[in-house]
């Protein structure tokens, strides 16, 4: 019979562990039956010698499992997307709802800001009386009434991570391909989900730099999701700049509500939304290809069908029922603005995104601690991008929007050592660099 000192024992000696004793120890997280130690020497042998193909698979379901794992009866594809973080990364509130649009259901279950990354609830967070925090009937009814919703994971969705992930968060433990993957999938799993989109960032403001580490993970998630019976494709997209102007909670959620709104679209939201959204409708027959689907979620957000599920759903979790209608009025401002300017002008060549990243959290905007209350209102605006003359023109490098001057002032030399300038033009980098199923 299996027993944590089994499975300890192998990997210590440098042994791939089995399907059934990852499972084991899984079903052990959630009911207690291991202590700290033993989670964190099991975390410690995994990242020492990692698992099989069908060991991380057998993990994630197990994890998956231990918990509720939500049954639905819908009459279209249930299905969500996952990104992996970055700095100005609002697509999941323009996505969600444009899905929902095209006849799909998304039952998303976000997280808050993590390091230099927003999170979406924050995010959402920002809209008054907005309220993620809901029971798994309240997930299943709103999803089937509106579409979509974007809530946080209830106590009873994987138990079994939430023991796992704080230890490994105290135990140098975090970096570990096999951990990372059976985390993430194992909470969106438990969605009963018919089809994942994933957005594995790559750049600075990613927590993956590099090209070769995005591509690792991609392969990791999509393969241990497909095995695990769930159809999955991924993007690597780039995350050397923000993906939008902005960065922040209330300031992001502006950008999102311009592009659904027609108000003012962001072209790489735009583009990014609909590239995600176009692989989940053709892989799930909506679409006749991803192209295709694309379109359809342009057309979704172009004609305010996208904007007017979004409306619906801020006011199902407690928001402004004339959200859509009323959202400038509705989300916050900070008092005090600053434009930072370059000491010479140029054109952008670089952008450090996570400093950027940084900036936002020193005004408040994000978490040092876990206790931390977060400013909503706080951020950066007009952030230029790559390519982008600055200095010329009334072309500032970003504005900074805090909650006095002297915040503003004080994280200035960051937000102005985050850019790199040239003389000469400067061209944009692709967005979207390769596709992985």
Sequence with gaps: MTDAREVLGTLRRGEQASEEQVRWFAAALAEEG??????????????????????????????RDSGEVLKWDLDGPVVDKHSTGGVGDCVSLALAPALAACGVYVPMISGRGLGFTGGTLDKLEAIPGFSPEISIDRVQQVTAEIGCVIASASVDIAPADKRLYAVRDVTGTVESLDLITASILSKKLAAGLEGLV?????????????L??????????????SGAGCKTTALITDMNQPLVRSAGNAVEVTEVMDTLTGSGASDPL?????????????????ASNRHTGADMIVE???????????????????????????????????PATVDVWPDTPGYVETVDAEALGLAVIDLGGGRKRARDRINPSVGLTHIAPIGQEVGKGGRPLAR??????????????????????????????????????
């Design 212 to 225: 070769d580490e995005a591509r690792e993970l991609a392969r990791s998630l999509v393969d241990t999701a």
């Design 270 to 286: 735009l583009h990014l939304t609909s590239r995600l959204g176009g692989a989940l409708l053709a892989n799930h027959g909506i």
């Design 300 to 334: 979704k957000i172009r004609t305010g069908a996208a904007a007017e599920v979004m409306g619906r759903m801020v006011a199902a979790l407690g928001g402004p029922s004339d959200f859509l209608t009323r959202w400038r009025d509705r989300l916050p401002a900070a």
């Design 34 to 63: 291991v202590s700290d130690a033993q989670v964190g020497a099991f975390a410690m042998g995994v990242c020492r010698t990692p698992l099989s193909q069908e060991a991380r698979v057998a993990l994630t379901v197990a994890m």
């Design 400 to 437: 900074i929007c805090a909650a006095k001057r002297s915040a503003a002032e004080a994280v200035a030399a960051r937000v102005r050592g985050a850019f790199h300038l040239s003389d000469r033009a400067v061209n944009p980098p692709k967005l979207v660099i390769e596709r992985v199923e």
């Design 198 to 210: 994933l957005d594995v960032k790559c750049g600075s403001g990613a927590f993956m730099k590099t």
